[in-house]
């Protein structure tokens, strides 16, 4: 019989100062070598859940407790956080905060010493996790020399150097790009499957859960709603749509292939068994792909960017920009991607005249960024940063927003007329007198947006604005963005989340390595396989799985592609 | 209503436990992040200079404004050891950012400890009574080897250490406790007053020790006294505007946000 | 504004090979020693050789003419208000009551007139800048000649609390992660529409005040995370905490800690009882 590792019974939380349960009536078990992946909206209790594995939840909250939790034979509410954990690692969302030392070996070493483990083995501990995360050779950098996904692999490294019995990791790679969320998963995969280590992962990143997991938890408002193994609970879709979570694009696709000709005899959740699995139903169903012409993007007039052999390069020699040109024109609503490093937000600085060229030309409406000062753009290009909290400057939402009004000068009953205006676009002008701060991220976010539409820009750029949020949060940002592109705003988005960008976005432009490799509109562009894979960018499973259709066809969503298939009659 | 009527219990099912709530590691009841963070903050706006002060050539950095700030936040002790260990960082990182590094620290720490037991509650009473005696020394080893070893003239020395007098005398008198009251207040715009009050002072009691060491060694004569005696003043005050206008906005931001607060912050 | 980061040599020296301790006991006794003596000889003697040694060190010529080209106004400025007007200072130190003028500015000249740069001010104020230089060039001697965690080992060896230790070592870490964050809150300020180049006065205070208030409370609110993340790592340990990096006092180190204290002892005996180092006195 498989050693449990982790058992919940009937546990509930209220955490102090609060009304509602984060956690309610919560059961479950923990196998040893389980990979078990919690899924939920934000708010479900995920995290709390997370905490709830090494005492966190409750001792260092306080709070209300009910039930019982079991971790390696351990009562958590008996034993010290301290003593939990040299059992339980965990790793955290944020890259950046969760780093305490001044180089990659300190950090590994930081738990061992706190509790007391010998110099000795600590020496040995940590070469071993190194090799093992694939940071040997690192060892006296600074980790501000790392990147995010070399950041959270030396989280991994720390927790795993503990010998823990289980590793409770929260949203470990949601601040990361496609590139770094693969190195997290992989190196989970091999630390489960080659040495056995339990693994808790909270996380959004259905397409991963889906290849490596052995089980999923589902969480809604604190409760468990479904547990079990991924193709059997991502083939639930109308129970994981209403709570708020995102199943794999496999999955939609037969949900919705489902619906119209009837269930099929297999459900895959992952990409290879669906493409597997598309080729054994074509014969059984009548298909007929719909035909999308062919997007012609050539714009005539000014383009309101002009970008002519771009080159940048920064005071260390980085080059980070080369010979880049491209143009984008009045109303046009445009992805850019790549990985992280190729140049997205160097390029998108140079349109705010926050950069210069090293060589070549930046043009906004056919004068040259050299003559325009940044607060000259700033009237005319909004921008909203990925943290929106680096952009909150003032006490209350009201004062966010006519903040950029009353430095450029506006008059008082056009500061009143405009933050109204915007606030009421935005749907926030409830929250008029609150303070910024004190919102969820999502509205942080959206006050951003206000802010900025406030001085009725002709371009809003969005620098990476789902990073970090839920399937959900995700959607109302980019809802936002439609709504600007509606009111005739040229809108540009930094994202490498392509799979949520075709409904929106009409054309891409791909940077790798400081290049343009692919400017094309977005279907074309979603299907350029190899120069995406050269990017390090994966397009969405819809369009990998309708490519054994019909590549011809350039389909993009679930919808598109369920739509082929009709009943044989 | 009873079971079975449709309406759902909210009682969780499980037993409820008694959780000993151990909270974090704290430094005199502030969370040692708390102080943590505020120790960076204090070194990155080390970096950042503010004006120039006429008279020595080198500009002051944003820190000094908000060293009195810090204390208010955190309490006596670890608002002292942030602002310590800040400004020590800074002086690791860019020695030649200070005059006289262990002047700047030394400054740094005795203002946070200042500003720390300023709370109305008088519950740091010992705490207070070691910054007085710190400061009169400072003052008297100050004025005193001025006047006495270096034959500059009284009125020069007093004019020219109007911040540094004028402060101590607000520290003693019941102003320091106007102040702390003022910063606790609900109302935004006596917490400004009390902020800039207070940073008049703190900055001032700051800038006592820090000048009474760099005095030590610099020994400037009578007619640099003079030559300050004007400019001193609109340098504090500036000092004391960008605290007043960090602090409110800082304070405000925090009661917002909730953030569970150490055990002696005056905000 | 350019990112700080902590310097440290670029090559190994009898420094690197020393525990941090010793050099602590070298920044105490030579910043000491700096504070007291007042002769612009031997004050000028010690500034010559922590220049040399730092050389010898490893730090850079490069930053060595930075610090020097940073204070060169307030040394300037330091040499011409002593020079002119230090008169009584040296009549209280020395004695004197006549000084030795090299150059009288004309009595008709407003201010100034009739005064002038006297040798003994020049001197002085020589002893002022030599005495800032060596107490600002030790520092580099000391913590850029050590890898950080050994200096905390150390001070934890000093009976530092730990805690003391490791917020020193934190702020280290955190500081290039918060200096990038205020230049994304300066960044995004300009994208409001703030012209910090047309800003003079007052309002840029104001405009760079703002910077320090989201920089303040997002470090706060991300201070909570820190908290827990702390907790999840056992923090703050076992009383018998142990240590990756050791500190060990060699022989170099107990020689040169014999050599400082000595150096130490007859600098304050000789300073007292013989006058070395007075300004006036016997060097």
């Known amino acids: 019989m498989t050693e449990i590792v982790a058992k919940f019974d009937s546990v509930s939380y209220l955490y102090p100062r609060s009304s509602k349960l984060a956690l309610r009536d919560v059961s479950l078990e923990i196998k040893k070598g389980e990979f078990v992946g919690l899924i939920g909206p934000s708010g479900a209790g995920k995290t709390t859940l997370c905490l709830t594995f090494n005492g966190i939840v409750p001792q260092f909250y306080g709070g209300r407790f009910w039930g019982k939790i079991v971790i390696a034979g351990m009562d958590s509410l008996e034993v010290s956080i301290h003593d939990l954990a040299r059992r339980v690692g965990m790793v955290f969302e944020d890259p950046e905060t969760q780093i305490t030392a001044t180089s990659v070996e300190a950090e590994v070493a930081f738990a061992l010493e706190n509790l007391g483990v010998p110099r000795e083995e600590i020496e040995v501990r940590i070469v071993e996790v190194l090799k093992i995360l694939r940071l040997e050779g690192m060892e006296d950098k600074h980790p501000h020399e790392l990147s995010g996904g070399q950041k959270q692999r030396l989280a991994i490294a720390s927790a795993l150097a503990l010998q823990p019995e289980l590793l409770v990791l929260d949203e470990p790679t949601s601040q990361l790009d496609t590139l770094g969320q693969q190195e997290i998963f992989a190196a989970l995969h091999a630390l489960n499957q080659k040495l056995g280590i339990t693994v808790v992962i909270a996380s959004h990143a259905s397409e991963a859960l889906a290849d490596y997991a052995d089980r999923l938890i589902l969480l809604a408002d604190g409760e468990v709603i479904a547990s079990g193994r991924p193709n059997e609970l991502y083939s639930q879709v109308p129970l994981l749509e209403t709570c708020g979570v995102r199943p794999p694009q496999v999955s939609q696709i037969f949900h919705l292939i489902a619906s119209r000709v009837g269930q099929p005899a297999a459900f895959p959740v992952t990409l290879n068994a669906g493409i597997a699995h598309f080729r054994d139903i074509c014969e059984h169903y009548r298909l007929a792909c719909p035909k999308f012409a062919a997007l012609d993007l050539k714009k005539t007039g000014t383009p309101l960017f002009s970008v002519q052999e771009l080159c940048y390069r920064y005071p260390d020699g980085t080059e980070a920009l080369r010979g880049v040109s491209l143009d984008i024109h009045r109303g046009e609503y445009v992805l850019v991607a790549g990985h992280n490093g190729a140049g997205k937000s160097t390029l998108v600085k140079h349109f705010l005249s926050l950069s210069h060229p090293t060589s070549g030309k930046v043009l906004v409406d056919g004068v040259s960024t050299d003559r325009l000062s940044v607060s000259a753009l700033a009237r005319r290009i909004g921008y909203v940063a990925q943290n929106p909290d680096n952009q909150i400057f003032n006490a209350t939402v009201w004062e966010e927003v006519a903040f950029s009004l009353r430095v450029l000068g506006y008059s008082d009953a056009d500061v009143q007329c405009r933050v109204k205006d915007s606030l009421a676009t935005l749907d926030l002008l409830e929250q008029r007198d609150l303070h910024p701060l004190s919102l969820p991220r999502s509205d942080r976010v959206r006050v951003v947006v206000a802010a900025a539409l406030a001085l009725q820009p002709e371009a809003i750029v969005f620098d990476e604005p789902t990073t970090a949020q839920d399937y959900r949060g995700a959607k109302v940002i980019l809802e936002l963005s439609r709504t600007l592109h509606a009111l005739g705003k040229t809108v540009v988005v930094i994202t490498h989340q392509l799979y949520l960008m075709p409904s929106y976005a009409e054309r891409m432009i791909v940077l790798g390595g400081g290049k343009i490799v692919l400017d094309a509109p977005l279907r074309q562009a979603f299907h350029a396989l190899e120069t995406l894979r050269t990017a390090s960018l994966v397009p969405p499973q819809a369009v990998l799985l309708s490519r054994v259709l019909d590549p011809e066809a350039l389909l993009v969503t679930p919808d598109e592609v369920a739509a082929c298939f009709f009943p044989n009659d | ?267 | 504004m350019t990112i700080g980061a902590f310097q440290t040599v670029a090559r190994d020296s009898l420094f690197t090979r020393l525990d941090f301790r010793t050099k602590l006991l070298m920044i105490v006794v030579v910043t000491g020693i700096a504070f007291i003596w007042e002769s612009p000889l031997l004050g000028g003697g010690l500034a010559f050789i922590v220049l040399l040694t730092c050389l010898f060190a490893g730090v850079s010529f490069a930053y060595i003419w930075r610090v020097v080209a940073m204070t060169a106004p307030f040394y300037l400025i330091m040499i011409l208000t002593q020079a002119l007007f230090a008169g009584p200072l040296i009549a209280a130190r020395t004695g004197q009551d006549r000084l030795t003028m090299l150059l009288t500015f004309p009595e008709h000249w407003w201010l100034i007139g009739g005064s002038g740069f006297s040798r003994e001010g020049l001197l002085y104020a020589a002893n002022v800048v030599f005495k800032t230089l060596t107490m600002t060039l030790i520092i580099p001697l000391g913590i850029f000649t050590t890898d950080i965690n050994k200096m905390v080992v150390s001070m934890v060896r000093l009976k530092i609390p730990y805690r003391f230790v490791f917020i020193f070592s934190s702020t280290l870490r955190f500081f290039p992660l918060l200096f990038q964050e205020a230049h994304f809150i300066l960044e995004a300020q300009r994208l409001r529409g703030l012209a910090l180049e047309e800003i003079r006065g007052i309002k840029r205070l104001n405009v760079y005040a703002r910077i320090a208030i989201p920089l303040i409370l997002n470090t706060m609110v991300k201070s909570q995370m820190l908290e827990v993340v702390l907790q999840s790592k056992a923090f703050p340990g076992d009383a018998n905490r142990t240590y990756l990096h050791e500190s060990r006092l060699g022989k170099a180190d107990y020689i040169l800690i014999g050599a400082l204290s000595l150096f130490f002892v007859t600098a304050i005996i000789s300073y007292f009882v013989f006058g070395l180092g007075k300004f006036g006195g016997p060097a």
Not at chain 2, 108 to 129: K, N
């Open chain 2, 1 to 267: 209503m009873a079971i079975g009527e449709g309406v759902r219990l909210d009682t969780p099912s499980g037993e409820e436990r008694e959780v000993k709530a151990v909270g974090g590691t704290t430094i005199d009841g502030a969370p040692i992040a708390y102080v943590v963070a505020l120790a960076a903050v204090v070194t990155v706006l080390a970096f950042i200079p503010l004006s120039v002060v006429i008279g020595s050539g080198k500009s002051f950095p944003m820190s000094q404004g908000i060293y009195p700030l810090v204390g208010w936040l955190l309490g006596p002790v670890a608002g002292a050891l942030a602002n310590g260990i800040g400004s020590l960082a800074g002086v690791f990182l860019a020695p030649h950012t200070s005059t006289m590094p262990i002047a700047t620290v030394f400054g740094a720490a005795a203002g946070g400890l200042a500003s720390g037991s300023m709370c109305v509650r008088d519950t740091r009473r010992s705490l207070r009574v070691v910054s007085v005696v710190v400061f009169v020394l400072a003052y008297s080893l100050y004025a005193g080897r001025a006047v006495l070893q270096n034959g500059a003239s009284l009125w020069a020395v007093l004019l020219g250490s109007l911040i540094n007098w004028s402060a101590l005398l607000l520290f003693l008198l019941p102003t320091r406790t106007y102040f702390a009251r003022w910063i606790g207040d609900q109302d935004l715009r006596k917490v400004a007053m009390g902020l800039f009050g207070g940073t008049w002072m703190i900055a001032g009691l700051v800038h006592l020790c820090t000048s009474a060491i760099i005095y030590f060694v610099l020994n400037w004569p009578n007619a640099v006294w003079v030559s300050i005696a004007p400019f001193a003043p609109f340098e504090h005050a500036v000092r004391c505007l960008v605290g007043t206008v960090i602090g409110t906005g800082v304070i405000a931001g925090l009661r917002a946000i909730g953030l569970v607060k150490p055990t002696y912050a005056l905000y």
